[in-house]
Every structure is written in structure tokens, then in C-alpha cells.
């Protein structure tokens, strides 16, 4: 018996409608909540952290699912939803959650290693989070000398470990970097470097850098250190 290609053809598609469905609406409950919740309270912005182990919700999407979430992250990536010292964000912070759920989605995310915990250690300060994500990028990208340059800058001046903030400038002039990256990490251990180290990374994260707002928090955090 002979059975019509449109019966397979529904098949197929029946099949893969569930998980396309699935998915978006999981991700566009978690956006829509947030938003609910911002307009509702505009003077207590709380955001909603997204769902653990969000990855295994992805029903083959988790590329997508990644960029989506990033691009909701971009929209406060300055967001601190509870401070424990004046500037400073309590650890693994709603913006730490929705970084790890990106590079879980998608691990070779790089802009989110790049940019998104050089937020959350300069911008934000939550320290533990931004270290979990410097953690994970360079695991992922252990070539990548602006990722590794950058996890220097957090382990030096915030984490307080000058030696591993110099053993990952070693190998970030090892992949490219300025070859002054050698004297500055010899430096690092006798604690003259430090400065010079914090300063070139927040001038270099300012000429990236095209929100006022963010330029203006960035050069505040320069002159904190003078």
C-alpha cells in the first residue's frame, strides 16, 4: 500500500512543531515577564533570572535561544539587581545568570566572554560572576589574546591574584598581544603593573564603546583608581 507523500509531509512537520513551539514560547514567556515587570515597577526594575539549565528547553534551537537572550541582555547590561556596597553588584547577578545561559546555549559565543564579563566586572562589578564567565571563555577561546587580556585585567584588580593575572598575559603575548604584555606580566609580580594594566584596558573598553552612559561609568571608574 502505497502511502501519499503529503501524509509524510505532515508527519514530518508535526514532528518538528512541538519543539519550534516549545521553545519560542519559553523563551518569549521569560522576555515578556521581565518586561511585564519593568513596566509595572518602573522605579524597582527587577528582572527575572532566566530558568536553570535553560540549554535543555532549547529543543534544537539553542543558537537562536543565544542570540535572543544576548540581545535581551545588551538592553540593561548595566542592570545590578541588588547592590551590596555602593557600585558594586552582589555575585552572580541577573546579568551573570543570562551570560551563562548564552555560552551553555552557546559555548562559542564570543562576544558574550569579550564583552559580557568585561560588563560585569567593570560596569556592574560582581566579581565572582565576571570570573565564571572570564573561567569559561578562555577555556573556550585559550587563542584569543583581547579574551585573555581582559581576564587578566579582572583577576589583577578586582580578584586581587596578580599571579594568575600574569600567567594569562603570558599567554595572551604567546597568541598575538604586544610583546610589552612579557615586561608588564614580569611586573604583575612584584605589584608595579597593576595600574597601567587596569587603566589600558578600561581606555581600550572606552574607544569600543558607542553609549555615552557607559563611557561616562567607565571613565568614573579610571579616575576611582588615581
Request: overall charge neutral; aromatic content about 10%.
Amino acid at each position: 500500500m502505497t502511502v501519499p507523500n503529503s501524509i509524510f509531509l505532515f508527519r514530518a512537520i508535526s514532528l518538528r512543531v512541538p519543539g519550534i513551539v516549545l521553545g519560542t514560547l519559553s523563551f518569549f514567556l521569560l522576555v515578556s515577564t521581565q518586561t511585564i515587570l519593568s513596566v509595572k515597577q518602573p522605579a524597582v526594575k527587577a528582572l527575572i533570572d532566566p530558568p536553570p539549565m535553560v540549554e535543555r528547553m532549547s529543543f534544537g534551537y539553542a543558537e537562536t535561544m543565544a542570540d535572543l537572550m544576548w540581545i535581551r541582555a545588551l538592553q540593561d547590561f548595566d542592570y545590578c539587581d541588588s547592590e551590596v556596597a555602593k557600585g558594586i553588584c552582589r555575585n552572580n547577578s541577573w546579568l551573570y545568570k543570562m551570560l551563562d545561559s548564552v555560552t551553555n546555549l552557546s559555548p562559542k559565543f564570543r562576544m558574550a566572554y569579550a564583552a559580557g564579563a568585561l560588563a560585569l566586572t567593570i560596569i556592574i562589578t560582581d566579581v565572582d560572576g565576571a570570573t565564571k564567565i572570564f573561567d569559561k571563555g578562555v577555556k573556550e577561546f585559550p587563542n584569543d589574546w583581547p579574551i585573555l587580556y581582559r581576564a587578566a585585567y579582572h583577576y589583577m584588580y578586582e580578584v586581587k591574584d596578580n599571579k594568575r593575572a600574569a600567567e594569562l598575559l603570558i599567554q595572551a603575548a604567546n597568541n598575538g598581544a604586544p610583546p610589552w604584555l612579557f615586561a608588564l606580566a614580569g611586573r604583575l609580580y612584584s605589584d608595579s603593573g597593576n595600574m597601567e594594566l587596569a587603566e589600558a584596558v578600561l581606555q581600550d573598553m572606552i574607544a569600543t564603546e558607542q553609549d555615552p552612559g557607559l563611557i561616562k561609568r567607565l571613565q568614573q571608574k579610571i579616575q576611582s583608581m588615581k
